[in-house]
Nanobody, 126 residues
């Protein structure tokens, strides 16, 4: 069982930056693919970014490409999401997720993940 705890959310003005962290415990972090998803009020959860177990592959939603960067530090059991040039439409609860290593991993859909954190609120004011 993997336990995920997000941090780093908050209130920021449009154009600002935030860095989210997701600390993992209870599993072999380096063997998990990791992802970030977000859910705004009244909307479905949507994929934001993902990173393979080694960090060698990254994936982004078109809406955040060029603005967000996902990274991981396997020595610290932590995955990060650096968010720059934030927009009001980025406002949402951001959750991290972990996927056990498997063939045919689908990092951009939520069914590709086995464990979820509780989330951290990001609010971008205009």
């Amino acid at each position: 069982q993997v336990h995920l705890v997000e941090s780093g959310g908050g209130l920021v003005q449009a154009g600002g930056s935030l860095r989210l962290s997701c600390a993992a415990s209870g599993g072999t972090f380096g063997s998990y693919g990791m992802g970030w998803f977000r859910q705004a009020p009244g909307k479905e959860r949507e994929f934001v970014a993902a990173i393979s177990w080694s960090g060698g592959s990254t994936f982004y939603a078109d809406s955040v490409k060029g603005r967000f960067t996902i990274s991981r530090d396997n020595a610290k059991n932590t995955v990060y999401l650096q968010m720059n040039s934030l927009k009001p439409e980025d406002t949402a609860v951001y959750c991290c997720a972990a996927a056990r290593t498997r063939i045919g991993w689908t990092p951009m859909v939520d069914r590709g993940y086995d464990y979820w954190g509780q989330g951290t609120q990001v609010t971008v004011s205009s």
